[in-house]
């Protein structure tokens, strides 16, 4: 059985029944249902037009559920417009669906959660820590945009900023190694930068680029996490690097600054020093300051609190770090790493094992834990 084909299709088998007036929810039951039922049948008998295939069940599976709704027993009529069988061309309609979920009737926070599950692939609790809040929270968040969305016809696309959005969690969940989805998201981005002049779509791209160009560095031959100022530089791509800041100086040129395009900067600037140690933090702390202006996350100012304590000094990075709830994921980390620099052993040891009690990756966990051990061993010679 071909999973990754079946996961290839269902973007463009969800789109159809939902083009053909499925409401969002029924059509994502249908859809797994023929996926379930594709499993079951094809390994013995494989159809010719796997696509095709699924459509044709899919329909079928949502007029089943549609026949046992009482209040939706007119929709019985549809049976008649059932895709006949035969080749179906191979169109690609992820990027459509992504629109078509981003819908008006719903807030930008439900539509992008509703996009994460239903097309990203990305599990409850993999969207409520991206989002920072518990997973029962998001679990509500998203059976209540289900159900906004129930029974209306997907006719009017969303925005671009909620797209933007789906698409760069999508990259940081893919790019974090959970899930493999970070070169996915940046075709689709790729396909939106050629049919939207849009900075930030551009900023967007360049963003994606520029770290995606260091993945091959970013874990050694064991598996284990290597930071950003351990990395092998000579291993990052460099026609990516490339590719990325000549998009986002093109984007920068437009001056219709935005926050991937603020975001991409910092990257460049990361990918523009030949060590770690000339690395300009002091412009990177500047374009930290833009960021902030530009949205109110807290990652932003946790990230900006390291950036100051390189430029400025541990110290100073700890005063800034203290404005930031201590109760963020990896706020932990980042104290421990400047009390490191700042000779306070003791507390960074504990830190790093605080730190590695809440990360919720397995190649964060053990860094963190070879970090607390580390220093601990130092402690004791």
Not at 344 to 357: C, I, Q, V
Request: net charge negative; aromatic share 4%.
């Amino acid at each position: 059985m071909d999973e990754a084909l079946l996961r290839s299709l269902t973007p463009s088998v969800l789109t159809v029944l939902v083009r053909r007036g499925a409401d969002f929810a029924a059509a994502e039951d249908a859809v797994q249902d023929a996926l379930v039922e594709a499993v079951r049948v094809w390994p013995a008998d494989p159809p010719r037009d796997a696509k095709g295939w699924l459509i044709t069940v899919a329909w079928r599976k949502f007029l089943d559920q549609t026949r046992a709704d009482s209040a939706r027993r007119r929709r019985e009529d549809r049976v008649e417009e059932e895709p006949a069988p035969g080749p179906t061309p191979a169109v690609d309609d992820t990027l459509q669906l992504y629109f078509l979920c981003a819908h008006p009737s719903l807030t930008p926070s439900s539509a992008v959660a509703l996009t994460l599950r239903a097309v990203g692939g990305l599990t409850t609790r993999q969207i409520a820590e991206a989002y920072l809040v518990p997973e029962a929270t998001m679990a509500q968040r998203i059976s209540r945009a289900k159900r906004t969305v129930s029974g209306v016809r997907f006719e009017q696309p969303g925005d671009v900023a909620t797209v933007l959005r789906v698409l760069y969690l999508v990259f940081n969940e893919g790019y974090s190694g959970d899930v493999d989805l970070a070169a996915e998201a940046i075709r689709l981005t790729r396909q939106l930068a050629d049919r939207i002049d849009h900075p930030e779509v551009a900023g967007l791209l360049a963003l994606m680029l520029l770290h995606h160009a260091r993945r091959a560095a970013r874990t050694a031959p064991d598996g284990g996490l290597v930071p950003l100022a351990e990395q092998d530089r000579g291993r990052w791509d460099t026609a990516s690097i490339a590719e990325g800041v000549g998009i986002l100086q093109a984007a920068l040129a437009r001056d219709r600054l935005g926050e991937f395009q603020a975001q991409a900067a910092i990257a460049a600037l990361h990918a523009d020093a030949p060590t770690a140690g000339q690395t300009d933090w002091v412009q990177i702390v500047e374009w930290y300051d833009e960021l902030a202006r530009l949205t109110d996350s807290p990652v932003v100012q946790l990230n900006r609190a390291v950036a100051v304590g390189e430029a400025d000094g541990p110290r100073a990075g700890l005063a800034a770090l203290a404005a930031v709830d201590a109760a963020l994921p990896r706020h932990a980390a980042a104290a421990a790493y400047l009390h490191e620099r700042d000779g306070d052993l003791t507390t960074a040891a504990r830190l790093y094992a605080e730190a590695a009690r809440k990360a919720t990756n397995l190649a964060e966990r053990d860094h963190l834990t070879r970090q607390a051990a580390r220093l601990n061993s130092r402690r004791c010679r």
